[in-house]
Each structure stands twice: as C-alpha cells, then as structure tokens.
C-alpha cells in the first residue's frame, strides 16, 4: 500500500484570540466564530475565511491582544 501524502495546509482552522493586561499579562483566551463572533469555545473556519476574520480583528483590538489562526 503506497502512502498518502500529507498536504501542510489543513483547509478547517480556529481563531484564538489572547487577551492582554496593560502589564501585558495573559487574561484571556477566547474564540471567533465564522461571523467573527468571540466566544469561548473553539470552531472551525476555513483557512481563507480565518486568515481574512483574524487580520481584520487584529486591526480592531490593536496591542491589547494577539489574533493567533491555529
């Protein structure tokens, strides 16, 4: 049986997003949605679609937190 080859880019990611103190310690790890939403459980959005949600909540929440695609 030949092996499949694993493809680097999964097509479902999740949105995390840190939230930080003015000390800059960690308060928070929080979620979005695919609407963009936060909430505090996981969900999977398609890459594309996350990339785009966490550059645009990066603008939006500025240094007090840290928009990470896993």
Same mark, same amino acid.
């Given at each position: ?18 939230? /930080?103190? *003015? *000390?800059? !310690?960690?308060?928070?790890?929080? /979620? ?16 594309? @679609? ?7 909540? !990066?603008?939006?929440?500025?240094? @007090? ?6």
């Amino acid at each position: 049986m030949a092996a499949t080859p694993l493809s680097r880019s999964c097509p479902i990611r999740i949105i995390s997003v840190h939230l /930080f103190d *003015a *000390a800059d !310690q960690l308060l928070r790890v929080l /979620f979005l949605d695919r609407e963009g939403h936060i909430s505090a459980e996981p969900h999977y959005v398609p890459r594309e @679609q996350a990339l785009i949600l966490a550059a645009n909540h !990066q603008r939006v929440l500025g240094p @007090q937190a840290e928009v990470r695609v896993l």
